[in-house]
């Protein structure tokens, strides 16, 4: 196959025809034998999209009851943190995905192997890596800016020139991500715990002067009277500045809804030209240094690895205390496996800063008396988010647990443990560390808008009803529809029984949220919008007792089928 790839000056056009023809190929093979799979994902993509257009038409149409301008600062400020959100996001999650495709993939090996230039071989693993983290942004981003521009009223061209901005802002994040992966894998210290510990302690530093702010902050609303809202512009100064992309992305949408089509055009020239010239940066840095990072991870610390038990190890070992010891040293051995993989970890430590992040400049916006912030309608947008991505968390690390067991389960045959011990360990390891996670999210950001205790504790009961009951759904339909013959775990879960169970998740949110948690919130709005004049119904309460047989349902029979056919199975 070496022997037939073209000159180097043609490379670049016989990559172009490898990715059309696997996109070609895959959108057949799709339609010929996964019909079910692709309709699901389009529906499942469809309906988070329609969920989130009518949050936003909700909030802009709030926006338009308090007579707030629909084009002035308020509004810039939260185009400029929603595209400062997304953009980091995009950062870490395109960086993370391209670690993988370009250093433990093994296409990247056999090309590697072969005369293509390194520079060639990252841009196609730069567009996949692209396009996989940056499809959620334009799922979430287009139906907040059509509900915009439904409710304030804004020339055609705004929705024409939506897809533009929303592409070529996705190159930027993305390119600087890729660069940045490659100088930290080429150039990263020999002592990795030492350069850990160091960003660790940077990391940490930032987030006590976060806290110091924020604090800060609280003070300030308290002594001052009639300027939160001058206050709560000044919170987004630094996102403001001329050389913020993000900045520039307000700008040009604004533009574009006030009728000034020059003045969206140049910050849309200013998007995809940074953008263009910083991937070609990055490609350039590819060329250079791709292969020797390649050569430096591949023999980076080999045959001097000492494997043993660290204090976090101990610690989940405390947690799962209930557990006999057999199984508690099987869910030590999954949380071992978790986190020594950094694009595990890594992803999960990024939401949690930037939901409390979020919640911390809502509770500005709650401090200011604006209604559109209203704290129920905020807290229960924090509560769907964070359901949301805990069920696809829970879909892309646990669901595949069983199907990655499979070629070597006969090691665990050899172990004194049945298979019933194995599925329970999965399931207490999964529901111990969403549990722990999700219930401290919540709370916090709860705390953080002032949400009154029966909220607190309705919320603490929701999450603990959702992650325990995710759990269970991805540990038993794991074991009930296996993919033992995929060695890869994000193909795992874009299969048909990771399909199934993303869907039955989904459904299992939207039945717990809507009878637990949705009848409060909206009594708690109506009660405010009439100034605490209508008391709120006792009726409420009553999906309560309903949704927890939800969950209770939703841990005992996916549990009992996956117990059922892993025993049946023949490894």
Known sequence: MNAELPPVADQGALFWRLRARLARNGLRVMLENG????????GTSAVVSAFTFGVSLYLFNELAVNKIPFKGAIVEALFDLLFFTLGTM?????????YASLFTSPEARHLLCSPARADHIFATKFQAAVAFSSWGFVILGLPIFVGYGLISGVPWYFYALLPLFLLGYVILPGSVSAAGCLLLVRYMPRNRKQFL???????????????????????????????????????????????APSHWMTRGVMAA?????????????????????????????ARRVYRTAYDRLSAFGRGKKVYGTSALDRLMNALVFYLDK????LVVKDFRTFRRDPTQWVVLAIFGLLMLIGASNFRQYYSADLAIMDK???????????????????????????SLEG?????????????????RGKFAFAATGSLIVAETLILLSDVLMGLPPEGLVLHAVAVAVIAIGLSALNVGLGAYLPTFKETDPSKIVVGFGGTVNMVTGLGFLVAVIGLMVVPFHVA????????????????????IPVALIVGALAVVLPLRAGARSLRDMEF
Request: aromatic letters at 10%; proline letters at 3%; a positive charge.
């Open 257 to 285: 809804a006030r009728g000034d089509l020059p003045g969206a055009l140049l910050p849309l020239a200013q998007v995809w030209s940074n953008g263009l010239v910083m991937f070609l940066i990055a490609a350039w840095i």
């Open 35 to 42: 019909r079910v799979r692709l309709f699901t994902m389009i």
């Open 90 to 98: 995009l950062i870490f999650s395109t960086g993370i995905i391209l």
């Open 376 to 402: 129920y309608a905020i807290s229960l947008m924090n509560l769907c988010g964070t359901s949301i991505l805990l069920c696809a968390g829970l879909s892309r690390f646990v669901f595949p647990l069983i």
């Open 524 to 543: 708690q709005l109506a009660k405010g919008a009439t100034g605490g004049r209508v008391m709120v119904n006792p009726w409420v309460y009553a999906g």
């Open 407 to 423: 070629r070597k389960f006969w090691i665990l045959g050899l172990t004194p443990v049945s298979r019933d011990q194995i599925l």
């Open 326 to 329: 057999r199984t508690r040293v």
């Open 197 to 243: 510990t160091m960003v660790g302690l940077v990391l940490t530093a930032v987030a006590l002067f976060w806290l110091y702010r924020i604090g800060m902050g609280f003070r300030r609303s308290l002594v001052t009277a009639g300027r939160e809202l001058d206050d709560l512009i000044g919170q987004f100064d630094l996102l403001r500045s001329s050389v």
